[in-house]
Nanobody, 116 residues
Framework: QVQLVESGGGLVQPGGSLRLSCAAS????????MGWYRRAPGKQRELVAT???????NYADTVKGRFTISRDNVKNLVILQMKNVKPEDTAVYYC??????????WGQGTQVTVSS
């Protein structure tokens, strides 16, 4: 079992920055991939960014060049640095980890609202 706790969401103005953090606990030694997904109102959950245990990253086209994902394997953290945010980035952001064997875990979600 892995438990995930997200933090850092909130209200930010267009063009601003926000940093989301997700702390993993439990069987963290089995974690392969870590990532962030989001669900905007009226839409399906979509991938934002993922980072493998190797450090390889993958981004949605809509956030490339604006968001940066990183992980701290000692502290079992995955960070999403958001810059130049846009109103269309408004969503509930979910942390996700995948263990060896394919088990996936989700955080409870943190709201990000981009508005002036």
């Amino acid at each position: 079992q892995v438990q995930l706790v997200e933090s850092g969401g909130g209200l930010v103005q267009p063009g601003g920055s926000l940093r989301l953090s997700c702390a993993a606990s439990g069987r963290t030694s089995d974690i392969l991939n870590m990532g962030w997904y989001r669900r905007a109102p009226g839409k399906q959950r979509e991938l934002v960014a993922t980072i493998a245990s190797s450090g390889n990253t993958n981004y949605a086209d809509t956030v490339k060049g604006r968001f940066t994902i990183s992980r701290d394997n000692v502290k079992n953290l995955v960070i999403l640095q958001m810059k130049n945010v846009k109103p269309e980035d408004t969503a509930v952001y979910y942390c996700n980890v995948i263990q060896w064997g394919g088990l996936a875990y989700w955080g409870q979600g943190t709201q990000v609202t981009v508005s002036s």
